[in-house]
Structures are given as C-alpha cells and as structure tokens.
C-alpha cells in the first residue's frame, strides 16, 4: 500500500481551504463522498453538497474522472483541488 498523499482542497462556497491526506488508490468518486461529508460538517451550512459535487485540479482546472484514482489523475504531495 502506498502512504498518503497530502493536498489541498478549496471549497469556494466556503471560502476556506483545507489540507487533507488521501490514498493514492482511492477512487475520486469516493473521495468526493468523503469530502462532502466533511466539509459538511465543518462548514456550518456554508457548503451544501448535492449529487452534481464535482472534484476539480486547480492548476489544470479540469474537472476529475469519477471513477480514475488518486494515482490516475497524477495528485501529488502539494496538489491543490476545488470541491464544487
């Protein structure tokens, strides 16, 4: 199993940004759940998940394949994201 990749993750309805560690193997549709979830929870309303929640690169700025990996799209230690 390869360790965790550490990346960060901004969530523009939000306005904050927050550092999570993911596995490489983790698909981005189970990422995406994870990060509703908890952006959720952490957000106090701010953020409303639904079922068009999109997982974006910030530097490519293209929208991530739902069902390639972490290690598919090429996310590295540093990557930066936007959950929409």
Partial sequence: MNSKILVEVFVPAAGKSYDVKI???S????LIEMLKQVVGDLDQG???P???TVLCD????TVM???ATVAEHGLYNG???ILI
């Fill in 46 to 48: 701010y953020y409303i």
């Fill in 79 to 81: 990557s930066k994201l």
């Fill in 50 to 52: 639904n079922s068009e």
């Fill in 65 to 67: 394949q739902l069902n």
């Fill in 23 to 25: 596995c490489p193997e």
């Fill in 27 to 30: 698909k981005i549709y189970e």
């Fill in 58 to 61: 910030k530097s490519a700025g």
